[in-house]
């Protein structure tokens, strides 16, 4: 693995054959992503040089990124980084009319006109298995398997169910989105959305699922009826710099979808219906240095607003009326609450430690609402009133955690571990005193993680996420063990209730 590096009379490592061998398998041979990102310009944004090697070397929190410094060398490390910055012999691009050529459609799906199983279609649970990328389907009152299907390669960012719970999409991080029909128990069809894509968002009315591309870099919206894309919509900031999305989110009580750019100081919403939410005209002139642009033929369909902000920013928790975003800053050293409806900064939470508010949650607690998030770098959760924004109290657990998960039925918040030695444990805490009650240790050394709860919050299901793992049911109230379902690294578990209800105590 040597080769002349430029300048030099010397041989130096081979960061291609390097790359071939230690990262093709999570990022493709051709760098255009499979269970990790895309490595090419296009997509790298601003990591190159140090950022980049320290990121070979040390791997990155809360992703599958490991680090490669105990296997390689640091000129190898800087080797595969300055390879990573070459251009494709050909900028890979992907047009709406190649995603429709894309498409497939079961040619044996007959929708049906009742749920062909006899348990509450509300009360089904799906478990994505990593393992062998397929999903289970569980009955949410016998927790027996209805279905096990097959899915696209590496599963990511969550499933999205049409707001009546009959269907279910998912999407892979090489852009495949899937359609499946609950009631049928049967694969729809499938369409190729984009080439690396991060997360999917339903409308508010299930007509238009948009897709989060890291490359190209857009926004596509399909037709959940039958998976044609109808508009892909170019990210380009104001300065006419593309810009990846980071993640794409429903929000149904404005009537839009709102973005997280990757690579521009900008939030962006998108309007799924022009006559109602944000993008009406007794609203929208209230805005404050934000502005609408008509992307759309229908009177405003699809038309953008921009919210500028001082630097990007990613994971985002919305309050339960969708008024205010909280985001956290590249570095994760704090969060930021925006104003959807003036489009601007309202506040500064003092969040170190790279707070993970996506899988934050919310409940009521002495006549207030507050929000808690894990830390992905810190063994904490931080809890704060959203009155005020205000940090009431933080909790301090055994390592940092990734999921929270409660439920409105419940006196508990579940709260995993993560990272660190103390992966096998589930922290139950009580939602008032704030308090951890109990210490779950279900499966000791494997990582424990993701708790979803059943339609009436009686029962709380776990996964060992592991390749010889299960999903443990647990008696909510007691919390003891009911039963242990096994599962090939089971991580997301989602109940189609809960989710299209967006439930209090489920990340939304």
């Not at 960012?157 to 009959?166: A, I, L």
């Not at 439920?407 to 992966?423: M, Q, S």
């Not at 059943?454 to 003891?480: C, F, M, N, P, Q």
């Amino acid at each position: 693995m040597l080769a002349l590096l430029p300048g030099m009379g010397q041989a130096g490592p081979d960061g291609a054959a390097l790359f071939a061998e230690h990262c093709a398998a999570c990022h493709a041979e051709n760098r255009l992503g499979g269970t990790g990102p895309a490595l090419i310009p296009e997509t790298l944004g601003r990591m190159f040089g140090p950022a980049l090697e320290q990121v070979i070397a040390e791997g990155r929190p809360a992703t599958q990124m490991a680090g490669f410094a105990d296997q390689l060398s640091a000129p190898e490390i800087t080797a595969i980084a300055a390879w990573l910055g070459t251009p494709l012999a050909e900028t890979p691009v992907w047009t709406a009319e190649m995603a429709n050529t894309s498409r497939e459609m079961s040619d044996t799906y007959t929708p049906a006109t009742a749920p062909v199983f006899s348990g509450d279609p509300m009360n089904i649970t799906l478990v994505v298995e990593t393992g062998d990328h397929h999903v289970s389907v569980l009955d949410g009152d016998t927790f027996e398997v209805l279905d096990r299907f097959a899915t696209p390669f590496a599963v990511h960012g969550g499933p999205k169910f049409s707001p009546d719970g009959r269907y279910v999409f998912v999407m892979s991080r090489d852009g495949w989105v899937q359609k499946y029909d609950i009631w049928s128990l049967q694969v729809v069809g499938r369409v190729r959305a984009g080439l690396n894509s991060r997360n999917i968002a339903m409308s508010h009315d299930g007509q238009w699922l948009a897709v989060a591309n890291y490359l190209p870099q857009t926004l596509t919206i399909l037709s959940t009826a039958d998976l044609s894309v109808v508009r892909v919509i170019d990210v380009i900031d104001r300065k006419g710099q593309p810009s990846r999305v980071s993640a794409v989110y429903q929000a149904p009580d404005r009537h839009s979808f709102v973005l997280a750019l990757k690579d521009a100081p900008e939030i962006w919403e998108i309007a799924t219906d022009p006559a109602a939410g944000p993008f009406h005209d007794g609203f929208v002139h209230s805005y404050e240095a934000s502005m609408e642009e008509a992307l759309g033929a229908e009177e405003g369909l699809f038309a953008r607003r921009r919210i500028d902000i001082d630097e990007p920013l990613d994971d985002f928790f919305f309050s339960p009326d969708y008024r205010n975003l909280i985001g956290t800053n590249r570095e994760g050293t704090k969060g930021e609450v925006i104003n959807l409806d003036v489009g601007r900064k309202i506040a500064e939470l003092p969040l170190p430690g790279m707070p993970h508010l996506g899988s934050g949650i919310s409940w009521m607690r002495d006549g207030h609402r507050v929000m808690a998030t894990p830390h992905l770098q810190e063994g904490v959760l931080s809890v704060i009133d959203m009155t005020d924004w205000h940090l009431v109290q933080t909790i301090k657990t055994d390592g940092p955690g990734f999921f929270l998960r409660s439920h409105e039925a419940t006196p508990y918040v579940w709260a995993d571990v993560f990272f660190g030695p103390h992966k096998d444990e589930m922290h139950v805490i009580d939602k008032q005193s704030l308090q951890i009650v109990r210490t779950l240790n279900p499966a000791l050394g494997k990582t424990v993680a993701h708790t979803e709860f059943t339609r009436d919050g009686s029962h709380a299901l776990v996964s060992i996420w592991e390749e010889d793992g299960a999903v443990i049911v647990y008696d909510a109230k007691t919390l003891e063990e009911v039963r242990r379902l096994p599962m090939n690294k089971p991580s997301g578990k989602y109940n189609v209730w809960n989710k299209i209800t967006f439930d209090d105590g489920t990340s939304h």
